[in-house]
C-alpha cells in the first residue's frame, strides 16, 4: 500500500499541475469493502487518470505491451501499472472472457476495487456506446457496488492515432454507488441486461454524451 500511495500521489499531483482537472463526487467511493469504478472511455489515459485521482486503488486491464514499452515513458507506465495492481492482458484477448472476469472477482472478493469501461473499448467519436454486460455480470456476482464515472475531455490529452501526449484540462466525475442484488453468477441474461443499462445511464447523466445503441468496435475488429 505504501508504494501504491507513493506512486498515486506523484502521478496525482502531475497531472493536477499540468491538466488542472476537475474532480468531483470523491465522497462517494466507498471507503470500505469491495467497489466496481465503471467508466466511459475516450483516451489511452483514462485507466491512468483513475487510478491517480481516486482515493482508493483500482485495478484494471492493461495491455501487455504497457509494461515492456521502452524509454523514458516505458519505464513510468511499468512502474505505475505495477503498482496500482493492474492486469495485464496480451493483445486479442478477450477482457471480458470468463477466465478475465473471474481474474476481477478474486480482487473484489479481496475488498478491493475494480475498473472496466463498459463500452469495451475507447469512443474515438465522442459518443457512449452499448454497454457490454460483463460489469454487470462482476456486479450481479459479487453484489459489489457500481460506481459511475463520468469522463469530459480526456480525449485532448492525447488524439487517436497519436503518441504524444498533449497537457489540457478535463473533468472527472463520481456518481452516486448503485447496488444490485447479490445473485451469483448464475444469473439470467435479461437481468444483467436491465443492470447494464442502469450503468450506463448512470454514466451518460455525467457525461452529457450522445448515445449510441450498438456497440463500439476497435479500428481493427472493424476493418
Known sequence: METFDAVRATFAATIKVTCRPTVTGLEHVPTTGPFIVASNHLSFLDSVIIQALMPRKVAFFAKAEYFTAPGVKGKLMKTFFESVGSIPVQRGEQAASVAALDSLVDILEQDEGIGIYPEGTRSRDGRLYRG????????????????????????????????????????????????????????????????????????????????????????????
Not at 136 to 145: D, E, H, V
Not at 172 to 188: A, I, N, Q, R, Y
Request: proline letters at 8%.
Open 132 to 223: 457490454r454486460t460483463g460489469v454487470a455480470w462482476l456486479a450481479l456476482t459479487t453484489g459489489a457496488p457500481v460506481v459511475p464515472v463520468g469522463l469530459k475531455g480526456t480525449e485532448k490529452l492525447q488524439p487517436a492515432g497519436s503518441n504524444g501526449i498533449k497537457f489540457s484540462k478535463f473533468s472527472l466525475t463520481v456518481g452516486e454507488p448503485l447496488h444490485f442484488d447479490c445473485v451469483g453468477s448464475k444469473h439470467p441474461l435479461p437481468m444483467r441486461r436491465k443492470a447494464t443499462d442502469e450503468i450506463m445511464d448512470a454514466i451518460a447523466a455525467l457525461t452529457g454524451q450522445e448515445r449510441v445503441e450498438h456497440y463500439n468496435q476497435s479500428p481493427q475488429s472493424a476493418e
